[in-house]
């Protein structure tokens, strides 16, 4: 029998009204495994993780050299004006990673024209 809204009970006492899944008879919230998703479920998943993983090789030491910048600035290890000189210098070789990058996708694209195009060389 597939029952049409969870068997579990809310908090408050009152019946829960949602439907249950996975052939089950409860809902997300009150089905037995729900904690185990939940713990899986935000893993790698926020945008500074995204960006951390999207990010080239190269440059993870460098950002991870910067949060380490800000907490030694927080303690009081190191002065404000080294993190800045720090920063900058991470610009300069963020911009010249993208730089890179760039090239490297313009390369790619020129060489799939030239394939799929081969008299216009």
């Not at 998943?45 to 080239?56: D, F, L, Q, T």
């Not at 910048?69 to 010249?96: C, N």
């Amino acid at each position: 029998m597939i029952l049409t809204v969870c068997s579990a009970t809310k908090k408050d006492g009152a019946a829960c009204a949602a439907k249950p899944i996975l052939e089950s008879k409860y809902c997300m919230s009150h089905h037995p495994d729900s904690k185990e998703w939940r713990s899986k479920g935000g893993r790698n998943k926020s945008n500074i993780a995204r960006a951390h993983n999207r990010m080239p090789d190269g440059l993870k030491p460098i950002v991870d050299g910067l949060l380490n910048g800000f907490e030694q600035v927080h303690s009081g290890d190191l002065e404000p004006r080294q993190l800045a000189a720090m920063a900058q210098g991470a610009t300069a070789l963020i911009k010249l990673a993208e730089f890179v990058l760039l090239e490297e996708r313009l390369s790619k694209m020129e060489d799939e024209i030239s394939e799929r195009y081969p008299e216009t060389n």
